[in-house]
T-cell receptor
Framework: DTEVTQTPKHLVMGMTNKKSLKCEQHMGHRAMYWYKQKAKKPPELMFVYSYEKLSINESVPSRFSPECPNSSLLNLHLHALQPEDSALYLC????????????FGNGTRLTVT | QKEVEQNSGPLSVPEGAIASLNCTYSDRGSQSFFWYRQYSGKSPELIMFIYSNGDKEDGRFTAQLNKASQYVSLLIRDSQPSDSATYLCAVMGSGGYNKLIFGAGTRLAVHP
C-alpha cells in the first residue's frame, strides 16, 4: 500500500466540466509533485512544490491549476480539458527536492470526453 | 536536453535467472539515480536508489552505478514471474534543476 493517497481513482469528465484531483501524504515530506503519464510512456513532470511553494511549472497549460493548501495536501484543479489530456495523473512526494527518492500515489485515471 | 536512455525490450528471461537492466544518462553532473517498477495500469514503485559509484544490494536487487561511464544498471537475481513489469530508470537533473528525468522503461518478462 502506498503512503501517498490520491482521489478519485477514476474520473470521467466532459470538456466543459471543472473537477479537482486530490493528493495527501502523512510522511512529513516537504516536496510534492504532479506527473502525467500516457500509455506506454514514462511519467512527465508537470509541477513541483517545495515547502508549499510552487518551484517548477513545466510549461503546463493553464487549464491545469495546482494548489498546495498545506504540507500534506496537493490538489490539481482541472478546467476545460481536451480529450488528449486523458491520462494517468500521478502525485508523488519526497522528503525534499534534490536527491530524495520520490514516492508515488496510485494515480487518478482521467478520461476526458 | 538531458536524456535517460533504456532499451525498451521486452527482455525475456527464464524463471530463476538473473535479469540485467541497463540505463545510460547524458547529464554528467547527476548525482542521484533511481529504479522504479511499474506494473501495467499501476503507478511506479520505488525499487532502489543509488548515489555512489559501485554496487548497492537489497534482497534480490542490486543497483550498479558508474558515473565515469554515465551508466546505471539493475540486476534482479532469481527472477520470478511476479517480477514481470516495466522498469523505469530515473536520474535527478543537476545544477539546481530538481527534475527527475525518466527513461522510457524496459519491459521485463519472466517466463516459467
Amino acid at each position: 500500500d502506498t503512503e501517498v493517497t490520491q482521489t478519485p481513482k477514476h474520473l470521467v469528465m466532459g470538456m466543459t466540466n471543472k473537477k479537482s484531483l486530490k493528493c495527501e501524504q502523512h510522511m512529513g515530506h516537504r516536496a510534492m509533485y504532479w506527473y502525467k503519464q500516457k500509455a506506454k510512456k514514462p511519467p512527465e513532470l508537470m509541477f513541483v512544490y517545495s515547502y508549499e511553494k510552487l518551484s517548477i511549472n513545466e510549461s503546463v497549460p493553464s487549464r491545469f491549476s495546482p494548489e498546495c493548501p498545506n504540507s500534506s495536501l496537493l490538489n490539481l484543479h482541472l478546467h476545460a480539458l481536451q480529450p488528449e489530456d486523458s491520462a494517468l495523473y500521478l502525485c508523488a512526494s519526497s522528503q525534499r527536492t534534490g536527491d530524495s527518492p520520490l514516492h508515488f500515489g496510485n494515480g487518478t485515471r482521467l478520461t476526458v470526453t | 536536453q538531458k536524456e535517460v536512455e533504456q532499451n525498451s525490450g521486452p527482455l525475456s528471461v527464464p524463471e530463476g535467472a538473473i535479469a540485467s537492466l541497463n540505463c545510460t544518462y547524458s547529464d554528467r553532473g547527476s548525482q542521484s539515480f533511481f529504479w522504479y517498477r511499474q506494473y501495467s495500469g499501476k503507478s511506479p514503485e520505488l525499487i532502489m536508489f543509488i548515489y555512489s559509484n559501485g554496487d548497492k544490494e537489497d534482497g534480490r536487487f542490486t543497483a550498479q552505478l558508474n558515473k565515469a561511464s554515465q551508466y546505471v544498471s539493475l540486476l534482479i537475481r532469481d527472477s520470478q514471474p511476479s517480477d514481470s513489469a516495466t522498469y523505469l530508470c530515473a536520474v535527478m537533473g543537476s545544477g539546481g534543476y530538481n527534475k527527475l528525468i525518466f527513461g522510457a522503461g524496459t519491459r521485463l518478462a519472466v517466463h516459467p
